[in-house]
């Protein structure tokens, strides 16, 4: 299975930018990247995806190096309703979510 | 659309009891999967299916089965309930997988509580 690493936990305050990295040592050349967000008692929830590059949609922006074994989240000016587990899967159509980032935003 | 459906929503069982978790899904999808969270972890692959008539293990299949003569329902069952799977369970759906398509954005349901006492 194609895992990938991310940070445990971070901290944040409201109103700055908060980037999650996760590393894909072992993507493989076809699978597309995707990060999700979990709030406690829900299912997750899908933020963004990519394939290289940079996307960025109305909640996020996706940054995307030319050798792919990275990725990071990008979320401009978080609010306390951010606070929430965020996951990079990995392993293509066998998908594995791991233990995810914990990100806390305080005031 | 209801989206992606999942029964029962709370249960506690016996051990050594057995149940099924029921997932559904309305939106036409050939991918589905089952997820474990155990408290304060991730989640956890424990089956997953590519289309009716396919399924294949995940990252812990022990102690459960599944299957999936339809597109649309993808249950799964516990044999012999242990303390160990005391967990919440989540059922998700995808159009696709993840491999080579851009449609492979998952959609979770609510998630089946389950403790085994």
């Known amino acids: 299975l194609a895992k990938t690493t991310q940070p445990i936990s971070m901290d944040s305050y409201e109103g700055q930018e908060v980037n999650i990295t996760c590393s894909h040592n072992?993507?493989?050349?076809?699978?597309?990247i995707t990060w999700y967000q979990q709030f406690p008692s829900q299912g997750p929830r899908f933020i963004i995806q990519?394939?290289?590059t940079k996307v960025t949609n109305e909640v996020a922006s996706l940054f995307i190096p030319a050798d792919r074994k990275s990725s990071t989240l990008s979320l401009p000016r978080v609010s306390l309703s951010d606070t929430a587990v965020y996951y990079c899967?990995?392993?293509?159509?066998?998908?594995?979510f791991g233990t995810g980032t914990q990100l806390k935003v305080e005031l | 659309n209801a989206g992606v459906t999942q029964t029962p929503k709370f249960r506690i069982l016996k051990i050594g009891q057995s149940m099924t978790l029921q997932c559904t899904q309305d939106?036409?999808?050939?991918?589905m999967y089952w997820y474990r969270q155990d408290p304060g972890m991730g989640l956890k692959l424990i089956y997953y299916?590519?289309?009716?008539?396919?399924?294949d293990k995940g990252e812990v299949p022990n102690g459960y089965n599944v299957s999936r003569s339809t597109t649309e329902d993808f249950p799964l069952r516990l044999e012999l309930a242990a303390p160990s799977q005391t967990s919440v369970y989540f059922c998700?759906?995808?159009?696709?997988?993840?491999?080579?398509?851009?449609?492979?954005?998952?959609?979770f349901g609510e998630g089946s509580r389950l403790t085994v006492l």
């Open positions: 998700a759906s995808s159009l696709s997988g993840m491999s080579g398509r851009s449609d492979g954005e998952l959609f």
């Open positions: 072992n993507i493989a050349t076809n699978d597309y």
């Open positions: 990519g394939y290289k």
């Open positions: 899967p990995g392993g293509g159509n066998k998908l594995t």
């Open positions: 939106m036409n999808h050939n991918y």
């Open positions: 299916s590519v289309g009716a008539g396919i399924t």
